[in-house]
Nanobody, 116 residues
Framework: VQLVESGGGLVQAGGSLRLSCAAS????????MGWYRQPPGKQRELVAE????????KYADSVKGRFTISRDNIQRTVFLQMNSLQPEDTAVYFC??????????WGQGTQVTVSS
């Protein structure tokens, strides 16, 4: 199983980034997919998640209205569009796949740094 994130980088406050997570080795369309982040010195936290069919999403209050999670089950990829980025969004962003009974997989993470 591999979850490979990409799209991180350095951006100025107010800018945008689009993260991607490409999955292999799993029946992607059966998994809930999520984006988590871990700011420096802090615990990992949920950013957004999306149901297997893409019909339902959930966001942390801190990113509502700025971030959008989506998925392409044919490309086996989940995306996180991040707009109006702020310095407090600086973190390592991780992709997670999970389904019962449970099967849980994590990517290696991608760094997002927002300068003020």
């Amino acid at each position: 199983v591999q979850l490979v994130e990409s799209g991180g980088g350095l951006v100025q406050a107010g800018g945008s980034l689009r993260l991607s997570c490409a999955a292999s080795g799993i029946a992607f369309s059966m998994y809930r997919m999520g984006w988590y982040r871990q700011p420096p010195g802090k615990q990992r936290e949920l950013v957004a998640e999306i149901t297997p069919g893409g019909g339902s999403t959930k966001y942390a209050d801190s990113v509502k209205g700025r971030f959008t999670i989506s998925r392409d089950n044919i490309q086996r990829t989940v995306f996180l569009q991040m707009n109006s980025l702020q310095p407090e969004d600086t973190a390592v962003y991780f992709c997670k796949a999970d389904r019962s009974p449970p099967y849980i997989y994590w990517g290696q993470g991608t760094q997002v740094t927002v300068s003020s």
